[in-house]
């Protein structure tokens, strides 16, 4: 978690940096003239740059909050939060979009914000992906990959804390959760006992119970372990 959190402050004060790197990076080489392969993707993920008066416009009247900036930024947060969660940011937003289509003022398409992390999931980099981990690299001096550590567990659908002995498996708890949340929630109707059919705000309410649960037993540990060693 301590790991998390600084590589979390180290982005959240190069955001703007990173974001706006992209972002006149981006204009310049559509500008300078892009491969068709690499220009079609950025229009997949930016319709508007297909019309070059946008272009000049965005590139005359830089603003953190104009629609291609904002865009860009959501791109980032989704590929960071990526490191940690892997795809679960996709089911929820998926679940709250009903998987949006089409962009808005603020936000990319649910559809094209899936697709991006999949990719980079997949290790399918193109000309965007690699865009963003060249930019934050160069700025960071921190590669985008892999943070939350796997662990193999049934103590949820047995109603039972998680067992976490690394701090980079409470990143995959909420992983853990999610599949428990998104499959068949018959196991964990009969291991609580319940009769009826169980609607999503029920199964939320036990995984979110048992993830705090395994949280504060890790700390427990792990603060018990640190007051033994200080003894001996």
Request: proline share 3%; glycine share 4%; charged share 25%.
């Amino acid at each position: 978690m301590l790991f998390y959190i600084m590589n979390l402050g180290i982005l959240s004060k190069k955001k703007h940096a990173i974001t706006r790197v992209v972002y006149e990076e981006i204009i310049n080489q559509l500008k300078a003239g892009l491969p068709d392969p690499d220009k079609n993707e950025l229009f997949k993920y930016f319709p508007y740059l297909a019309v070059p008066q946008h272009i000049d416009d965005l590139e005359k009247n830089y603003d953190p909050y104009n629609i291609f900036a904002l865009h860009i930024t959501e791109y980032f947060c989704d590929l960071f939060a990526s490191q940690y969660i892997h795809d679960c940011s996709n089911s929820y937003l998926e679940y709250i979009t009903q998987n949006q289509g089409v962009f808005t003022d603020t936000h990319p398409s649910t559809v094209n914000r899936v697709i991006f992390i999949n990719d980079h999931l997949e290790k399918k980099d193109g000309y965007l992906l690699k865009k963003y981990k060249v930019v934050i690299k160069g700025i960071t001096k921190l590669d985008i990959e892999k943070r939350a550590k796997d662990f193999t567990s049934n103590n949820f659908e047995n109603l039972l804390p998680a067992e976490v002995t690394d701090p980079q498996q409470l990143h995959s708890l909420f992983i853990y959760g999610w599949k428990v949340w998104l499959g068949n929630w018959e196991t964990l109707a009969q291991m609580a006992g319940i009769e009826f059919k169980m609607n999503s705000f029920n199964v939320y309410g036990i995984v979110n119970n048992l993830i705090e649960k395994s949280i504060g037993n890790y700390i427990i540990l792990k603060e018990w372990n640190e007051v033994k060693s200080q003894k001996v």
